[in-house]
């Protein structure tokens, strides 16, 4: 099982600021790799797919970075509707058995 | 629109059984592979199991396997997960989830039904 690891667990940045969220694959991933956000109450939403490619509708400050085992989401100035949770999703595609990070919780400062 | 509608949670004790179902619209039902998906109050997501296009091919998550089963009716645009032998640690909500074409990330997700494991 491929393990994904999340950092940080909670991120508290300002309006206006840019957030940094990592994630890290046990393997190497290549590009197989998913961006959600989650408001509380809500489903997830996708963000980011192929590591880097922005989802329909998704705002420009929002960008994504990496391959293999190392992964960035940058959101480069946080509106108040960003303050959210947010996991990434590692796709392998072959067997298509898929495993989530824990989750980084990004708060307003 | 493409939505994806979940039912069938509710309150059911250990060991008990529970069919859940999502209704999917707005697509072409019969061309995507489709998840489930959980998420424990206040935990993260969790995979849990995957279904091809025509039925054929199934796959889950370790802590599921032999209880739960994934299922779809393509004539009803509807896809199901069958849960034996509950367990608490299987509280959670369950979403709905077309996994892409093109890959393996999902979008979109239904809206999630609570499943409630306790006596």
């Known amino acids: 099982e491929i393990v994904m690891t999340q950092s940080p667990a909670t991120l508290s940045v300002s309006p206006g600021e840019r957030a940094t969220l990592s994630c890290r694959a046990s393997?190497?991933?290549?590009?197989?790799l998913a961006w959600y956000q989650q408001k509380p109450g809500q489903a997830p939403r996708l963000l980011i797919y192929g590591a880097s490619t922005r989802a329909t509708g998704i705002p420009a400050r929002f960008s994504g970075s990496g391959s293999g085992t190392e992964f960035t989401l940058t959101i480069s100035s946080l509106q108040s509707e960003d303050f959210a949770l947010y996991y990434c999703q590692q796709y392998k595609n072959w067997p298509p058995m898929y495993t989530f990070g824990q989750g980084t919780k990004l708060e307003i400062k | 629109e493409v939505q994806l509608v979940e039912s069938g949670g509710g309150l059911v004790q250990p060991g008990g059984s529970l069919r859940l179902s999502c209704a999917a619209s707005g697509f072409t039902f019969n061309s995507y592979w489709m998840s489930w998906v959980r998420q424990a109050p206040g935990k993260g997501l969790e995979w849990v199991a995957n279904?091809?296009?025509?039925?054929?091919?199934?796959y889950y998550v370790d802590p599921v396997k032999g209880r739960f089963t994934i299922s779809r009716d393509n004539a009803k645009n509807s896809l199901y997960l069958q849960m034996n032998g509950l367990r608490a640690e299987d509280t959670a909500v369950y979403f709905c989830?077309?996994?892409?074409?093109?890959?393996?990330?999902?979008?979109?997700w239904g809206q999630g039904t609570l499943v409630t494991v306790s006596s």
């Open positions: 279904i091809h296009p025509e039925g054929t091919e199934t």
């Open positions: 393997q190497s991933v290549s590009s197989n």
């Open positions: 989830a077309r996994k892409q074409l093109a890959g393996g990330w999902f979008d979109p």
